[in-house]
DNA sequence: TATGATACCGTATCTAATACGCTTACCGTC
DNA sequence: GACGGTAAGCGTATTAGATACGGTATCATA
């Protein structure tokens, strides 16, 4: 950041309220999310979540589109208030509260890490082996994942982590990384399909050493219309809490 | 207020963050919110959500259980935070973030209205007939009670808003009002039974018309030691969509 | 051509959700 | 003190969904 845009960005920035995200994508058959390690003096070294203040002209909501945009270029990205964290002491040498969002990109699509400004170093953490995080980020990613869970039984987000063609295998191992559970792929396959809201291709896997994967994409137009017919679509045990 | 209040207020707030509570209650079979109107110059004589600004030495959490213990005299209630609200043109004079929660209180237990300040009327408010309120507090209100649809799908809160001794036609109701439903109450009655957090008492109603309905208590300890075991807790039909 | 792996198909069984008939108890009124 | 209105409370038949799991198809590679 040169002087001029540093002088602008202090003109305007409001010093006590600031925006961090929960990048959430999928990777590997693995759940991950996107962390950084801070250039600047604040946090210097630190892993944390990606955030900045929010500036006087938008709500945190824009702040947070900004700042996803600024490090992936992609807008449209699904974005989800997560809660504000606002202990007094949650950062030790003044009062900032934050306001947390969650996003959910499509890994493939977006390839993160070289548009990263502000940062030494990004990577995408596999959520087993989250490090020790800057400040409170860990407990805002935990509430983050929470909260995810809770949305992800109710809607077919999948949608917003997985590429355009994927097969029933994808899906499944994105619910069994998210929930953590082994789900049976036939009564998976059964119930999922039976929602409707996913459109078979004329496609298949190729290079892979067993029967290759038919594959899928979802069909949103016939989700958005499922939903207002009233269908919800658990795809979990019953019982199952999360 | 007088004028040291005011100067101490004064010193200590953080003049850009607000906190708005949404207070819901059970009541004539109806689900209630309590609104005030205010007295102060700001958003004088319209109806509003009760709010403030948070003090320097106070979490969001700590100032919303504050203002509720002002207007309430009352503690432990349970809370719950909705979402943060910061659009730039929320507030025409100036550029304030508000962090809005709700709170789960039972109206016979807690008189809310006589111990309000600033205030220069309170009312229990059918959702059905909430006023135009001042700012974005109906859009405030929309969300709390979105959230509290979904928090009340798979948690029992009933024990915040009932009474101590309740029917099981009281939690019908207010299930009914909560999610504007009809419910079979012989199944009903059935599902909520078999769950097993609801101790049958030795006491009936009295006064009724009709023949008169045993009295239940919820038991909190064996609800815990249920959701650790992983039992969901969803007493509307299938399909239901909130 | 055999083998290992996973996709994919199908069914039997068990459990839960739903619809609904019927009896019981309390009150007021004639 | 019988009767009617009303809601509590009990039981069951039917339907729908969840689960468990046996079996076949198809790919790559040895």
Redesign the interface.
Known sequence: MNTIDWKMANAQI?P??SVDCVIFGFQEAKLKVLLIKRSNAFMKSQWSLPGQF?F??????EAAIRILYEMSGVKDIYLD?I??F???NRVKTK?I?T?AYMALVNIEKHRLKPFIKEAEDAEWYDLNRIPGLALDHNEILNTGLTKLK?RFR?EPLGFELLPEKFSLRDLQNLYESLFKIQLDNRNFRKKILKIGHLTQLNEKQTNVSHRSASLYSFNKEKYNQL?KN???IDLLP????Y
Chains 1, 2 share one sequence.
Do not use: H
Not at 56 to 61: D, F, I, K, W
Not at 238 to 241: A, P, T
């Open positions: 409001i006590n309220i929010i006087t002209y938008e709500s945190a909501e208030q809660s504000t606002s202990d007094v009062r509260v306001i809770r109710f939903r009233g269908v919800n019953q019982g199952y809490i």
